[in-house]
Each structure stands twice: as C-alpha cells, then as structure tokens.
C-alpha cells in the first residue's frame, strides 16, 4: 500500500474552518482587551495629571508664603509642551510653576482648571491614548469621541444640589432672579465632539446685584468669587461653579476676532447683526421671534418683554447684566459683562446694576436624551 504524505484536500479546509471559527471567537476578545488596556492607560494618565495638579498646588503655596490666587488657575495642554499655565498672574512667584510635571500618556489637548483657593481641580477634553477623559468631582471618565453635538442654548433641567438631572421637578418660579436652589433651567453651550463634559449656564442670577470689586480694582476677584461661594454653598462641589468668561461668549456667538487678553474696551460687541436689533427705552429688542442668543441674556431686566431676550420677567429685580470672570485689559477697573441690550459690555467693577450668574460643568454621562 502507498504511503499517504500530507493532508486531504477536505482535511486542509477542515483545519481553516476551525482556525476560521477560533479567529472568529477570539480577535474580537483580544480587541477588547487591547481597548481595555488603552482605556485605563488614559484613566491612568488622567489621574496622573490630576496627582500633577495637587502637587503643584502645594509647591505654589511653599514658593508664596501659603497663599493661591483666588481666580482660577488654567493650564492648556498640548502633545509638544506639555499642559502650561496660561493665567496671567501678578505679584505671584512662579518660578518653575509655568507648568504641570506629570506622568504617564501624553496629553494631545485639553485644559485643566484649579479654582476656589485649589479646593477644586477639573479636567476637561483631555484627549489621551486616543480617548476624550476629564477628571470632575473626583470622578475620572474616558470615552470615545462622538459626532454627536449640542447646540448652545440647547435647555437641560438640573438640581445642583443632588447632582442629577430633573425634568419632571422643574416650575418657572424656580427661574425667578436670586433662586438659589432645587431644579433649575441650565443652557449648554460651546459643545464640541471631543468633550466630555457639558458647560451649563444658569438662565436667572443667583444674586440680582452685587459688585464684582467694591474697592474698584478689576485684578482682585476675591469679591465676587466670595459671592460665587455662598451663592452655592448648597451645590455639590464637583460642579465647580464659575462666571462665564468673556472668551467663552465670544466664542457662542462666533466672534473670532475678540480675544480678552488683547481685545480693550472698544472691541465690545453685539451677540447678532444689528438688522436684528432695535434700541429701545427698555433695551434692545429682537425684531422677530428668531433671536437666535435671547438664551444669552435671558431675565437681565426688571421690564423684561417676551421678545427680547427675557423669556420671563426678572421678577421686579433692580438688574440689567450680569458679570463675567474677565477684566478688560488696559484697565484697571472694568470687567466684561453680558447685558439686557444683547451684547458683551464693560462695566466698572463696583457697578450696582450687574449680577451673578453661575457656570457648572458636569460629565455628559448625567444628561440623558
């Protein structure tokens, strides 16, 4: 009898049926591992940079004799330097703290912010191992980018102080100027694909009227930030309340060419084309009711009209802005604001007709569609 050498044509194809089932079983798990790993190198790095930020607030404190701003501190990164501080800061010595030293991935993009005294550190749109993680709360979370944005002005209902979203709780009195609590109407803007987080601004003032320095010096924020924090006092501290920065409303409504740290009082600017817009007694009222950043300066007057800007009065309240956390450069005394007349105005400081209006900034992941 002849000797076979080798395999059978239906032996062979019996061999690639089964490594065929085996491949088909395993590549999918060992991709998920693989993803897993990738997902907790970024979480990893994540706390890395949120360990980096802790230490650094120590080692600003030893080099200043215990003291730290109390505007924020931010810091923008990028895959060549690093994550840098980007606060202009006087009298402060910053010697080897012009930025984060930190391990692990490097960071392509995203901002850290260290607020209220370094009691707080948020991380937002760190883009790590291909993932988009932020660190708010004391929760750290990665996800993959999404197509999915939100317009700004886009409305969510949410309870500061239980932290959760609240649809169904929510009444127009709840709206009314210097409410401070329970389930509150919040905007979202300037979303973008590579967020992880929502920034949400409130659409009444916590406080109708309050001086953002009454000693009219507009390099001083410890006023109004002390104002910020009573005014919150109840919230959960992993929002991170704010203001709103000048920069952050220029970019809502699109307008490139401001920049705060060099834009002076001049560069003022209404928020849509003036064809929009007509002066009034009583402020500046949107010709038709397509007034596309009514949401912006919603309730900043004590007459408010349904057509402009106020979808509901300010419930008699003396008001007709309210700050923002940003000075107008070249000056000593003067902060941006956003006002009744729909657009991003300077006031001096201890201006009696401005209000506080708070920004949170909360994981995605707690707003529901």
């Not at 897993?36 to 404190?61: K, P």
């Not at 924020?72 to 060549?80: A, H, R």
């Not at 002076?264 to 009583?282: A, M, P, V």
């Amino acid at each position: 009898m002849k000797k076979r050498n080798g395999f059978t044509l239906i032996e062979l194809l019996a061999v690639i049926v089964i490594l065929a089932v085996i491949a088909l079983i395993a590549v999918p798990r060992i991709i998920k591992l693989l993803d897993q790993a990738r997902l907790s190198a970024a979480e990893d790095s994540t706390m890395g940079i949120v360990e980096a930020a802790e230490s650094y607030i120590a080692n600003f404190m030893l080099q200043n004799h215990g003291t730290i701003p109390s505007e924020d501190l931010e810091f923008s990164c990028n895959s060549s330097e690093g994550c840098k501080l980007i606060t202009e800061l006087e009298s402060y010595d910053i010697t080897n703290l012009d930025k984060l030293n930190y391990k692990g991935k490097k960071v392509s993009s995203g901002n850290i912010t260290i607020s209220n005294g370094g009691n707080n550190i948020i991380t937002t749109n760190l883009e790590v191992n291909g993932y988009i993680c932020g660190y708010i709360g004391g929760i750290s979370e990665c996800i993959e980018k999404s197509d999915e944005v939100k317009e700004s002005g886009t409305i969510v209902y949410f309870n500061p102080e239980t932290g959760m979203q609240c649809d169904d709780d929510y009444s127009e009195e709840n709206s009314d100027t210097e409410n401070k609590t329970g389930c509150m109407k919040w905007y979202i803007y300037n979303d973008s694909s590579d967020s992880m987080a929502y920034n949400l601004l409130l659409d009444h003032n916590t406080t109708a009227i309050v001086p953002w320095n009454s000693q009219n010096n507009n390099k001083d924020a410890s006023e109004i930030n002390a104002k910020l924090r009573e005014d919150t006092k109840s919230w959960q501290d992993n929002l991170n309340a704010r203001l709103i920065t000048a920069d952050e409303v220029a970019q809502i409504v699109g307008k490139d060419d401001f920049v705060s740290n060099i834009s002076d009082e001049n560069q003022w600017f209404y928020f849509q084309d003036l064809s929009q817009i007509t002066e009034t007694g009583e402020g500046s009222s949107c010709k038709d009711s397509g007034c596309k950043y009514a949401w912006l300066y919603d309730r900043t007057n004590y007459t408010c009209k349904e057509d402009y800007g106020c979808a509901n009065n300010a419930v008699g309240a003396t008001t007709y802005a309210y700050w923002t956390s940003t000075a107008v450069t070249n000056t000593s005394n003067k902060v941006w604001c956003i006002s009744r007349f729909s657009r991003l105005h300077f006031d001096p400081v201890n201006c009696m007709l401005i209000g506080l209006r708070p920004v949170i900034t909360i994981p995605k992941s707690l707003i529901k569609n």
